[in-house]
């Protein structure tokens, strides 16, 4: 399994959100497990340029000099300098996958609450977008797929593509539908996920956010039983998996206790693992 990632995509300060630090604790817990075989690819960081094509140049600045409060609201000096390697994950991964057909990983977070000029819910830049437009801008693809499997409404995303005026991308984000358990029963959410897989079929390229938080057991998220998850995951793997697809990590807040961040945090990287587990018995 390919994975897009490099230490400097983590902010080392102490931050509100425990996705902040999870691509470190995802990344080496996958690499101790032998039924994932990751293989960590490096990359190139996005640069300003490219973070412009989803962004008001204004804005990308004003982050990166300390002018704009990030997503975490605060202008902290180790979020800006991470920024370029979240996104630069997702653009490399993205290329790779079109380039070579694959099913790659990005292990990043904190994307799609981020407006076209705006930072919000701990997402500073928009890396879905940043990456479908890079590839656009390439004419690496014609049309792009998103399924927002975070629990929360994908807004940023939503704003961005109306700012644009973007036809060429089908947004699926499972945040605007279900808000509990209650919302996700009867079938409705394996229907809407059913419909959302049908909408990306011609696509050339498919990101799928993988979040953690839709979880039952999550404080911020509570809508999908374990089965629920593995069944979604397994679902679009299954569906999509023939065409290029990068999944990642979204959003997950489960905290248990533990004397080590890797034990406080072992709900979401239990998920995570599952996850990246089913990636390696279905594409290898």
């Known amino acids: 399994m390919k994975v897009f990632y490099r230490p400097e995509q983590v902010a080392t300060s102490d931050l509100p959100s425990p996705s902040a630090l999870k691509p470190k604790l995802v990344v080496a817990d996958w690499l101790a497990d032998p039924g994932i075989n990751a293989e960590i690819c490096s990359f190139e960081p996005a640069d300003t340029k490219t973070l412009c094509l989803a962004h008001d140049a204004a804005y990308v600045r004003g982050i990166f000099s300390g002018r704009c409060e990030n997503g975490f609201g605060n202008t902290n000096t180790d979020v800006a300098l991470s920024l370029p390697f979240t996104t630069g994950s997702m653009v490399a991964a993205a290329q790779h996958a079109v380039l070579h057909h694959e099913v790659v990983c990005s292990p990043t977070s904190g994307f799609h609450h981020a407006e076209y000029a705006d930072a919000m819910g701990y997402c500073t830049f928009n890396g ?128 248990t206790g533990g004397d080590t961040e890797a034990q406080r945090r072992e709900p979401i990287l239990a998920l995570h693992r599952e996850t990246a587990r089913l990636h390696a018995a279905i594409f290898g």
């Open 128 to 255: 879905l977008m940043v990456a479908a437009l890079a590839l656009k801008h390439a004419g690496l693809v014609d049309y792009v797929g998103i399924i927002d499997c975070d629990a929360h409404y994908g807004n940023g995303t939503d704003h961005i593509i109306k700012k644009l005026n973007i036809n060429w991308i089908e947004h699926l984000t499972m945040g605007k539908h279900f808000s509990g358990s209650d919302d996700a029963q009867g079938g409705r959410f394996e229907a809407w996920l059913d419909q959302a897989i049908d909408h990306c079929r011609d696509c050339d390229l498919v990101l799928y956010q993988a979040g953690a938080d839709p979880h039952i057991d999550d404080p911020l998220g509570g809508i999908l039983s374990t089965e629920q998850m593995s069944w979604r995951d397994r679902r679009v793997f299954e569906q999509l998996g023939h065409l290029p697809l990068v999944w990642n990590l979204a959003g997950g807040y489960q905290v």
